[in-house]
């Protein structure tokens, strides 16, 4: 208020007197108070969540130096899951992990492709919005109905084309199950259970996060270009090859890898479908197999603070995993996003 | 149009648009009058019209292309006929500056003798086909949807030149050919009759599924096949690619339609017992009828437990959203890394976290507030990253018009920010809450499961929908499996519920805009 009423005095004056130095006003008026409230409460819940989230990262890096103190690098190698002996080893589960997300990307990622390609080109125009919707519907649907899918619906039919592929693709050493497939009555339940079933239950899961990634991404594609392949003559899939795909490249890859990365983390369906087995195998159609989220689910509640601590460590181990395949899309997404809108 | 556009250029100086017009017109009448070597350079107009009007043009009538251009030629050279000192306006507007500069040097190369005196024309048009562009960078939004308006307006105009009077009706551009539709049906029905003979009666293979899967690819061969008989390799490659991107969007939407229907098909036995949604399980044995004890023990659990887990998730979420794009500073971009690093983190390791730290350390009983706790570690990173993406895309125009009327941070927040991106938050919220409920992981290790209903999350174990779905299941008793599916139902109709309130508020945001 003071510097308000001291100005007049200065233009009122016009005849050099000698006066004190004039000092520039402070225009800042400073924040006023609820301003402050505000900056405090909203910075003290960011650090909040800061510190809360670090510390569960931090907790569960801790949580695994005694494991790899008592168990060393053998607890990467060794493949099985005895407590009662003390041995204790991630290499089957991992593997496993692995393979289960290897079956799920394997069917999801060219059903993803075509679903976000059908929407985003080949849809008439009054579907889009209501594809889109169910898309996104198929994504909030709960991972226990999927595995109540996989189960009961899936299982008994994916059972025979497990029995198919093995009696008649038996020679590629993916596709081997340890019996004999022209048996008379054949081992349906050497089918059952399988990293084969849990995939395609896995697959449903994560397809559409995959696919509304990708749909975003086409869906940005620049109608100049698309308008110019058309104009030249090029027919509706050499414009997707020659616009779309190239332009949705970023798109593919990083919606693919986000849902790698949930495939690897999916527990419930995968609990109910496996049947558990700690041998590191490549037969995904045959039954038995774990991972590491089926491997905590199931071994939590008998587990010693030791084991505890040892679940954990493969907890930590399934969570850097993903985290990095997750950045990875994050970063190739938003390359692509950026160079879209240039 | 010309004057203006050539005003906002900076070559406007040394190009007086006056003086220049009539060569600009003469050269567009010579065009007219020797059709012949312009033709080319009008082949872009004419093949402009059905594209822009209609993405999916029908390529395989491309032999229609020539009487199309024959048809389309005329109104474009009589525009300068009846309204001459507009013409080049009318002619470039539909042009992009790498057509116009086409046809600007079509128009010499042909005619030899002309070149010389045609040289200023050129100098003329290449500024101008700049400014053209330019102003059509205006309306070419509109331009694009309204494709279809040239017929009307040159229909008139051509009126003249045809000696027949009869109305001129557009040409049907989309649409598919006899040979479209016989190859595809017959593709399917052949592939049907060749399979079942080979797969059925030749070979033993057994299988539904299979049969299916094997029907598809045979379907795709011979559709392809039967295209290549009468069409180029392109047009084989579209239909066959296009027919097998339905049928992987086909599958999907089997794969969605089966998932929900069997679910409730399968859940239909429990749900027509009211008693299903009014008792709980407590004293009934697993085997008991279906008309004895209920869910409501897990309906409650659920509720309450998503309940506290949103009760703190959505103020640490949303602020943790306004303190990263409001407050922002050094620590944001910390934050906001370590938040999307933690929707990372696997909901078996959410649980396993809140297992160790609260039940086997703290030594807190298996509780709902214990659960709570595990779906809150989940839920919060969604939320906030949600609420995120949210107020990042929020237009930045309203928060400084807020701050530049003199509005302090904090009112800018609270009355421009959240009202603005409420819906936006809303679904955030709802997107968080229908991946909390479903998640089965986390309260499988945390709650417990009681039989009986308990409203008290401090005490006693407290069951779920998931969880129940779960352990019904694993029971193997038919009748209890009967009761998961019931449940199960249950949990999918709340998620869609939740699902259409979300679909809701993301389009009324569209129409309070």
Request: with cysteine; net charge neutral; hydrophobic share 50%.
């Amino acid at each position: 208020m003071t510097a308000l009423m001291d100005p007049p005095s200065t233009p009122s004056a016009p005849e050099p007197t000698p006066r004190v130095e004039d000092v520039p006003r402070s225009i800042d008026p400073g924040l006023p108070r609820s301003d402050k409230v505000f900056f405090g409460v909203s910075r003290a819940i960011g650090y909040s969540v800061f510190v809360l989230m670090g510390a569960i990262g931090l907790f569960l890096g801790l949580q695994s130096i005694p494991t790899f103190k008592r168990y060393g690098l053998g607890f990467l190698t060794e493949s099985q899951w005895q407590p009662e002996k003390d041995i204790l080893g991630i290499s089957a589960v991992l593997v496993g992990t692995f393979t289960v997300a290897l079956v799920a990307m394997v069917i999801a990622f060219p059903l993803a492709l075509a679903t976000a390609l059908y929407i985003s080109e080949y849809a008439p125009a009054k579907f889009k919005s209501f594809l889109v919707s169910m898309v996104d519907l198929m994504a909030a649907i709960p991972s226990i109905v999927w595995g109540l899918w996989g189960f009961f619906l899936l299982q008994p039919k994916a059972i025979h084309v497990a029995h198919w592929l093995h009696t008649h693709m038996g020679w590629v050493p993916f596709f081997n199950v340890d019996t004999d497939p022209n048996a008379a009555p054949w081992a349906q339940s050497r089918y059952a259970a399988s990293a084969f079933i849990a995939g395609i239950a896995v697959s449903m899961m994560v397809l559409p996060m995959a696919a509304a990634v990708m749909r975003q991404v086409f869906s940005q594609a620049p109608i100049g270009e698309r308008e110019a392949a058309l104009g030249l003559g090029s027919t509706k899939w050499g414009m997707i090859r020659a616009v779309v795909l190239p332009f949705g490249a970023g798109g593919i890859i990083g919606g693919t890898m986000l849902s790698l990365g949930r495939a690897l983390g999916e527990t419930i369906a995968v609990v109910l479908i496996i049947s558990p087995a700690f041998d590191i195998k490549f037969k995904p159609l045959e039954i038995g197999t774990s991972t590491i989220s089926a491997l905590i689910a199931g071994r939590f509640g008998e587990a010693t603070s030791a084991q505890l601590s040892a679940l954990l460590t493969a907890g930590f181990v399934l969570f850097i995993i993903t985290l990095i395949i997750n950045t990875l899309a994050a970063m190739i997404v938003a390359r692509s996003r950026s160079g879209a809108q240039e | 149009m010309i004057d203006r556009a050539g005003a906002d250029t900076p070559l406007a100086p040394s190009w007086e648009p006056a003086p220049y017009e009539p060569p600009t017109v003469v050269w567009d009448e010579s065009a007219s009058v020797d059709a012949a070597p312009i033709e080319p350079a009008y082949v872009p107009v004419a093949v402009d019209y059905p594209v822009s009007s209609d993405l999916s043009y029908d390529e395989s009538s491309s032999g229609r292309h020539a009487a199309e251009q024959a048809g389309y030629e005329a109104p474009v050279t009589t525009i300068p006929a009846t309204e001459p000192e507009h013409a080049p306006s009318h002619t470039a507007s539909s042009m992009t500056m790498a057509e116009a500069v086409v046809a600007a040097e079509a128009t010499i190369a042909p005619a030899d003798p002309f070149a010389t005196m045609e040289i200023p024309a050129v100098a003329v048009a290449a500024p101008a086909a700049v400014s053209f562009t330019k102003a059509a960078q205006v309306p070419a939004t509109t331009v694009t949807p309204s494709g279809s308006t040239p017929p009307p307006t040159a229909s008139p105009e051509v009126k003249p030149m045809r000696a027949s009077s009869e109305p001129d009706v557009p040409r049907p551009i989309g649409g598919k050919t006899l040979d479209d539709h016989a190859s595809f049906w017959g593709s399917l029905l052949g592939s049907f009759g060749l399979l079942w003979v080979i797969y059925t009666q030749l070979l033993p293979f057994t299988g539904r599924v299979g049969f299916v899967i094997l029907w598809l690819i045979t379907f795709l061969l011979m559709y392809a096949g039967v295209s290549a008989m009468g069409n180029p390799s392109q047009v084989v490659l579209d239909r066959t690619v296009a027919a097998a991107i339905r049928a992987g969007a086909m599958i999907v939407g089997l794969a969605l339609a089966s998932a929900v229907f069997f679910t409730f098909w399968k859940g239909i036995d429990a749900l027509v017992h009211v008693n299903f949604f009014t008792q709980d399980m407590a004293g009934v044995r697993p085997t008991a009828p279906l008309d004895q004890g209920g869910i409501i023990h897990a309906i409650a659990g659920s509720l309450i437990e998503i309940g506290i887990a949103v009760l703190f998730a959505l103020p640490l979420g949303v602020g943790t959203a306004v303190f990263m794009n409001e407050v922002g500073g050094p620590t944001a971009r910390a934050v906001r890394t370590v938040v999307e690093a933690m929707t990372a983190l696997p909901s078996i390791v959410a649980g396993l976290f809140v297992y160790t730290v609260l039940i086997v350390t703290l030594g807190v009983s298996r509780t709902g507030i214990a659960a709570a706790c595990a779906i809150f570690v989940m839920i919060l990173p969604i939320i906030a990253r949600a609420s995120d993406v949210v107020l990042r895309v929020m237009p930045g125009g309203l928060r400084e018009a807020s701050l530049a009327l003199g509005a302090s941070k904090w009112q800018t927040v609270r009355m421009v920010v959240l009202p603005t991106v409420r819906p936006g938050l809303a679904t955030a919220l709802i997107l968080g809450i229908a991946r909390g409920v479903g998640e089965t992981s986390p309260v499988l290790l945390t709650s417990g499961a009681s039989s009986y209903l308990n409203l008290n999350p401090f005490s006693e174990p407290m069951n779920s929908l998931p969880l129940f779905v779960f352990s019904s299941v694993r029971s193997g008793e038919p009748l209890f499996i009967a009761r998961g599916f019931g449940a199960a139902s249950v949990l999918l109709a709340l998620v869609l519920v939740l699902f259409v309130i979300t679909r809701r508020l993301a389009r009324t945001k569209v129409g309070n805009r």
